[in-house]
């Protein structure tokens, strides 16, 4: 289809369909939300609204296509139809035989088939721009970042608060300075807000108030925040291809001699041109984490967030790396140069393992239920 207005039919026609995806994808991942949260029907009808937009969005390059295309397809015939009809009139007068003009209308042809097909490629590419121009189309987001960060930044939470819903916060101002090079547990009951305050602190979230700043630099700011603030998250998904291919993800340009050295130090033991995938090797989940963290080691951020990875995740890591860990398991906690406590969306507790303990407050309640045993010499 060759018509000037295709284009924008094309772009409203992806965009729709795109919006559509967005809805029942979104509705599907999120169902237990959905459920919880009594949005069913408004989930519904949202569906429902962009699966007729996508149909209406749909009609228009048909309309176009309706239009054009017989008029598009006589003119290619039109020269066809002329050779015949001359043709027909000079074997009646005995001025042509009949194979002369066969020959001459199947010479038309074969130009004219050319032509038809490169008119419907052309029509191709007009969709192929618009899908183009939907990925290539879209500016980097502009960063602030001056330079590349050191490498061993330091953290600073000034004031945050955030909500998933704004009559609903789950950060209430959240102040935290992490030094560099220092590593720092985060422990509190389920639904504290740790899962939610890795994800700002990675730039994942957008905090509604306050910053988060790696070395000075808002990580919002950031031209390249995956460069300077590594995130491990509670799943770790490994992509189909070998186990070379995975680890670049994090450094394309690595040499070999890096990535074994980065599967070394996470303990993995698996061969870097191992196929990894459904229809290959599948690897478990322990070897899933192992890949996540090697991709880690190999990024080399300044800045590493673990949200309850590998509770030996932070001994792999090179020194000096700012490192916020989230942890579940206490001895991972008591390991680190301090523990916050986070309840409800605030910082209640921080400061040494040891010390935390013997202010015998809420850390040291939760490592006596943990370890099963009283804190002896926590202050009364």
């Given at each position: 289809m060759v018509h000037p207005r295709a284009p924008a039919a094309f772009a409203d026609e992806l965009a729709a369909h795109a919006a559509l995806t967005t809805a029942v994808v979104e509705t599907a991942r999120g169902a237990a939300?959905?459920?919880?949260?009594?949005?069913?029907?408004?989930?519904?009808?949202?569906?429902?609204?962009?699966?007729?937009?996508?149909?209406?969005?749909s009609k228009r390059p048909v309309r176009l296509q309706v239009r054009w295309f017989p008029v598009v397809q006589a003119g290619y015939h039109l020269a066809l139809v002329v050779v015949l009809a001359w043709g027909a009139w000079l074997v009646?007068?005995?001025?042509?035989?009949?194979?002369?003009?066969?020959?001459?209308?199947?010479?038309?042809?074969?130009?004219?088939?050319?032509?038809d097909d490169l008119a419907y490629w052309f029509g191709e590419v007009q969709s192929a721009s618009a899908a183009f121009a939907r990925i290539f189309g879209v500016a980097p987001a502009p960063g602030t970042e001056e330079g590349p960060l050191p490498a061993d930044a330091g953290l600073e939470i000034a004031d945050l608060h955030f909500g998933y819903r704004p009559d609903r916060p789950v950060l209430h101002g959240i102040d935290l300075s992490v030094a560099p090079g220092e590593r720092v547990a985060v422990v509190g009951p389920s639904g504290a807000g740790k899962s939610t305050l890795a994800m700002l602190v990675a730039g994942v979230?957008?905090?509604?108030?306050?910053?988060?700043?790696?070395?000075?630099?808002?990580?919002?700011?950031?031209?390249?925040?995956?460069?300077?603030?590594?995130?491990?998250?509670?799943?770790?998904h490994v992509f189909h291809g070998t186990v070379a291919d995975n680890l670049r993800l994090a450094r394309p340009d690595a040499p070999d001699a890096d990535l074994t050295a980065a599967l070394r130090a996470v303990g993995a033991h698996l061969a870097l041109d191992t196929e990894l995938g459904p229809d290959a090797y599948q690897p478990t989940p322990a070897q899933s984490r192992q890949l996540a963290l090697a991709r880690v080691v190999l990024k080399d951020?300044?800045?590493?967030?673990?949200?309850?990875?590998?509770?030996?995740?932070?001994?792999?890591?090179?020194?000096?790396?700012?490192?916020?860990?989230?942890?579940?398991?206490?001895?991972?906690a008591a390991r680190a140069d301090r523990v916050v406590v986070l309840a409800d969306g605030?910082?209640?507790?921080?400061?040494p393992h040891d010390?935390?303990?013997?202010?015998?407050?809420?850390?040291a309640d939760m490592w006596a239920a943990w370890s099963g045993r009283p804190v002896v010499g926590a202050a009364e």
């Open positions: 939300t959905v459920e919880a949260l009594g949005l069913g029907e408004r989930r519904r009808r949202l569906v429902v609204e962009r699966v007729a937009r996508a149909a209406e969005a009646v007068r005995g001025r042509a035989d009949i194979g002369e003009v066969a020959t001459i209308a199947l010479f038309v042809r074969a130009m004219v088939t050319p032509l979230l957008r905090p509604d108030a306050g910053r988060v700043a790696v070395g000075g630099v808002p990580v919002t700011d950031l031209a390249a925040p995956r460069d300077h603030v590594a995130l491990v998250t509670q799943e770790d951020a300044p800045v590493v967030v673990l949200d309850e990875a590998l509770t030996d995740g932070v001994d792999v890591l090179p020194a000096g790396r700012t490192v916020v860990q989230i942890v579940h398991r206490l001895d991972t605030r910082v209640v507790e921080h400061g010390a935390l303990l013997a202010a015998g407050g809420g850390y």
